[in-house]
């Protein structure tokens, strides 16, 4: 599949079975992640495995959006050990834990299974219920499986704006 045929196809899954991810499909999605880039390349991120029932009472705690996921990654960043734009200490960590997010969203959809980028959660709450260092951010939760039988992108998922309203070219 080229990467336009992935981007397209891939969607929000907020349906997923409860058959269980292999460990060589996690340990491939971590790879990819691993691989993206970060500013300066200093891999700030923090990426943190959480599987099983207690795994849904963990994110529950922050956020009712678990869509039946039984696998959860948490994306974080350490605010320690990311770059700082000089001019206005812009925290290049937030843009790397997007990254990182970005390359999950489509490792997960190119290796068939479904996820949909959880940001509504309570920071707190998550922080809290997963005992993080105080340097950790949380950025994103994702919720991994393969789609249930009857999982569908929403009908708004090819809704895309004209590039007119989303380009300035100034060339």
Same mark, same amino acid.
């Given at each position: 599949m080229d990467f336009k045929q992935l /981007?397209? #196809? %891939?969607?929000?899954? %907020? %349906? $997923?079975?409860d058959r269980k991810v292999d460990e060589s499909t996690v340990r491939h999605l971590l790879e990819v992640q691993r691989l993206a880039p970060t500013a300066a390349n200093r891999q700030p991120q923090r990426i943190y495995v959480l599987e099983g029932e207690d /795994? &849904? @009472?963990? !994110? =529950? @705690?922050?956020? *009712?959006?678990?869509? +039946? =996921? %039984? $696998?959860?990654? &948490? &994306?974080c960043y350490d605010k320690d050990e990311s770059w700082k734009r @000089?001019? #206005? +200490?812009? #925290? +290049? +960590?937030i843009m790397d834990a997007v990254i990182i997010g970005c390359h999950l969203d489509l490792a997960v959809a /190119? =290796?068939? $299974?479904?996820?949909?980028? !959880? =940001? *509504?959660f309570d920071p707190d709450a998550l922080r809290d219920a997963m005992d993080l260092p105080d340097n950790h951010i949380p950025v994103a939760i994702f919720p991994i499986g393969y789609p249930a039988e009857d999982a569908r992108p929403s009908r708004a998922h090819t809704d895309r704006r004209p590039l007119d309203d989303t380009v300035i070219d100034r060339r």
């Open positions: /981007a397209s #196809d %891939r969607y929000s899954c %907020r %349906r $997923l079975s /795994a &849904v @009472k963990t !994110i =529950a @705690k922050a956020t *009712h959006y678990d869509f +039946g =996921a %039984r $696998l959860f990654f &948490v &994306v @000089k001019f #206005d +200490g812009f #925290d +290049g +960590g /190119a =290796a068939g $299974l479904g996820t949909c980028w !959880i =940001a *509504h």
